[in-house]
């Protein structure tokens, strides 16, 4: 259909650009060049929604006619948000923490066609039970994966069965972008399919 906007993933995040391509749909990314907040104070919720907003409004802005998709990660675990870790000694304590422990993982989602005005925002979250790991098992874990990019520092869909008992709820969401609900906005709200 010619007249099917074109779609931009808002994110640098290979783990989201691997689940839209996944689920086929024909897409460029755009990495918008913004600061998100990182503010502990602020609820999960807004920080993670507001952060999506952001980084769809600065794509969508500067590509009006495309539907922009952007999303923010973040893991709660009691009241503790954890973001990125920013060393890996704060990388190895994130893993500690979350040891045995159950926390969630929330996905803020914002679609945008800015020519159009059209927004859709959601937020998504997901139940992850943690095993009990000993010491040697959470090294060997992280030395499987690059803790360094991903909230909570760890990878559900990279070498997870390691270190997750069972996850309620959304898989992908806990990769990075809740894809049932995604595909059912872009369809709804936009206009959008997947080719394949």
């Not at 039970?129 to 994966?145: V, W």
């Not at 069965?161 to 806990?174: A, C, F, K, Q």
């Amino acid at each position: 259909m010619p007249d099917t906007p074109q779609l931009i993933l808002a994110s640098g995040s290979p783990r989201r650009s691997d689940l839209l391509r996944e689920a086929g749909y024909d897409f460029t990314v755009v990495k918008p060049e913004i600061e998100e907040i990182e503010d502990g104070s602020i609820p999960i919720r807004i920080v993670t929604a507001e952060n999506a907003k952001l980084k769809a409004t600065a794509v969508s802005e500067a590509h009006p006619e495309a539907v922009v998709i952007a999303a923010d990660t973040l893991v709660l675990l009691g009241e503790r948000v954890l973001s990125k870790p920013l060393s890996r000694e704060e990388a190895v304590e994130m893993l500690a923490a979350l040891n045995g422990n159950s926390h969630q993982v929330f996905t803020a989602v914002t679609l945008m066609q800015d020519g159009t005005g059209k927004t859709h925002r959601f937020t998504i979250a997901t139940d992850v039970h943690f095993k009990d790991l000993t010491e040697p098992e959470m090294e060997a874990y992280h030395a499987k994966i690059n803790p360094m990019d991903k909230a909570g520092a760890y990878a559900a869909q990279e070498h997870g069965e390691l270190i997750i008992d069972r996850i309620e709820g959304s898989m992908t969401n806990v990769i990075g972008l809740p894809m049932d609900e995604v595909s059912a906005a872009l369809k709804e709200e936009f206009g959008i399919v997947p080719l394949a």
